[in-house]
């Protein structure tokens, strides 16, 4: 069987597994490739990205074998090319970890330790990839590298030494053996994609209550579109483009540069205005399978001593919906260009350090300051810059200037006794979107719907369709104030059809001509 068979056949198969009787479309983002494009074929399917899941427990790097003795069996870099004298940021030609440094050249990888100032040497790599790689991304115990055609190769065990590094083509469900995936960016040399892989012990939700993490996530993160649309492809998730991390300002915010570390992103648009976002597949309350969550109040509860306990035992704080939103950051009072970067910088999501290249009183280097800290501070590096000084980042936020278009999809539709929900400018990748409750008497009172992705293991179409999505959440009416006396009829609308909760937790199974509220029995068509 030849290359293309052998990779179709293997498509077909696990497709065919998983899709088994449930009569579903393959959507176009994993239809089977041309014959011009498709995964290198040396590439090995199976690495111990496979062999060893991030279950509990688990997602701790292996240790290495012989210590920083193992780079120096890598072959020397090739005389002639040439090396930055240290790594600073991360981007789509160089990264770093706590162990390793990591060039790209003439389509090939070069590594030496960490801040070692070392010899450059050669990585290991397949014979069709070595020489092939046009970007790449690492982010703690994985670096994910691109061919022309977008197809990507992974690398794990970046935290080990080189004797325990090992490549797969493989990425997707089920469980990391779908046979290959695209970055989802439209510009693969550009940098509007990262791969990040969250290996912290504990988060901060919403709501402030702190959650143990015992299990590492993985997820490739992508600008698409005009760049207000983000994408991340899990690879226990279908890779079908369907999961999006909605983007700043109702999803109107235009990203032209973005970083990823351990499921923090960090945008910049181009007058240099940036939002940073803890958001992931279990953060969003998508995955129930580690995950307790809640959209209620949840009062003072403590913190579990690990994720099981948190997820069976209920005296402990289960992770508060909706997730953290984005948090715009501070301008930078100096030159930058669109060369951002982040990493992780302790232990837990929100340690992660933020760097922009730039220039300050004449000396080139970089901007730099922790996620939550309020001021930036410049180290000088003296190494050229690589990008174009932004022709316009003055100190004032400029975030609005350029703004993508609203969502066209509106609804509005009969909810239970002669009441009306009204939502506009509906787009089902945000977890808020404001909404008009009308009482039979016409008023109207301002709440909320917030929504999550639910966990798909079939795929489907990226946005809406005529394929219902599946969203989880909840009708918040706090925000109208129903227990004001003047507002009586609203809170006999809680009382009598809300079951005497504010906070009202609804499915919504959204089309792009209706939505189906549940359990209200209510449709909302188009308007």
Not at 33 to 46: F, K, M, N, T, Y
Not at 96 to 117: I, K, Q, T
Request: proline letters at 9%; charged letters at 20%; a negative charge.
């Amino acid at each position: 069987m030849n290359g293309r068979s052998a990779f179709g056949a293997r498509m077909v198969f696990v497709l065919g597994c998983v899709l088994a009787g449930a009569g579903t479309t393959i959507p176009a983002a994993i239809a089977e490739p041309d014959a011009q494009s498709r995964p290198l074929g040396c590439v090995p399917e199976i690495g111990t990205l496979q062999l060893i899941p991030p279950l509990p427990g688990l997602f701790l790097p292996l240790p290495s074998i012989k210590g920083p003795s193992e780079f120096d069996d890598l072959p020397a870099a090739p005389a002639g090319l040439e090396f930055p004298p240290s790594i600073e940021l991360r981007d789509i030609t160089q990264g770093f970890n706590d162990v390793v440094e990591v060039v790209l050249r003439d389509g090939a990888l070069y590594a030496r330790p960490r801040n070692s100032g070392g010899p450059w040497r050669a990585v290991a790599a397949p014979d069709c990839l070595n020489g092939q790689i046009v970007a790449m991304s690492l982010n703690n115990n994985m670096l994910v590298a691109a061919d022309a055609n977008g197809w990507i190769y992974s690398l794990d065990n970046l935290l080990s030494g080189p004797m325990l590094w090992n490549w797969t083509y493989s990425y997707g469900a089920p469980i990391w053996l779908w046979p290959g995936d695209r970055v989802a960016a439209a510009d693969r040399n550009a940098q509007t994609w990262a791969i990040s892989h969250r290996m912290s012990t504990s988060f901060d939700d919403a709501q402030g209550y702190r959650h143990p993490t015992t299990a590492g996530l993985v997820e490739l993160v992508s600008l698409t579109g005009d760049g207000s649309r983000i994408v991340y492809q899990d690879p226990w998730l279908p890779p079908d483009r369907s999961y999006e991390i909605g983007g700043p300002l109702n999803g109107r915010f235009i990203s032209e540069s973005l970083s990823v570390s351990g499921s923090v992103t960090f945008v910049m648009n181009r007058y240099g205005d940036m939002f940073t976002r803890k958001y992931d597949l279990d953060m969003a309350g998508s995955n129930h399978i580690p995950g307790r969550y809640t959209w209620q109040e949840q009062g003072p509860k403590p913190s579990a001593p690990n994720q099981l306990v948190e997820r069976v035992d209920p005296q402990y704080a289960a992770i508060s919906l909706p997730a953290q939103d984005w948090i715009a950051q501070p301008k930078i009072p100096g030159d930058i260009t669109g060369r951002l970067s982040i990493h992780d910088s302790g232990p837990a999501v929100e340690n992660r350090e933020l760097r922009v290249e730039g220039r300050h009183n004449g000396a080139t280097g970089y901007w730099f300051k922790d996620l939550a800290a309020p001021d930036w501070q410049f180290t000088v590096t003296n190494q050229p810059l690589q990008q174009p000084v932004l022709a316009a980042n003055p100190n004032i936020d400029q975030s609005s200037l350029t703004l993508a278009p609203e969502s066209e999809l509106s609804f509005r539709g009969a909810l239970p006794a002669g009441w009306t929900l009204t939502i506009d400018h509906f787009d089902w990748a945000q977890t808020k979107h404001a909404v008009t409750l009308t009482s039979p008497t016409g008023r109207d009172y301002p709440i909320a719907l917030y929504t999550t992705d639910e966990l798909r293991l079939l795929p489907r179409g990226a946005g809406l369709d005529q394929n219902p999505r599946g969203l989880e959440g909840a009708l918040d009416l706090r925000p109208a104030d129903p227990r004001n006396p003047d507002n009586a009829e609203l809170g006999g609308f809680i009382d009598t059809t809300l079951n005497g909760q504010q906070i009202y937790e609804v499915t919504v199974d959204a089309t792009d001509a209706r939505l189906a509220i549940n359990p209200l029995g209510s449709v909302l068509g188009r308007v």
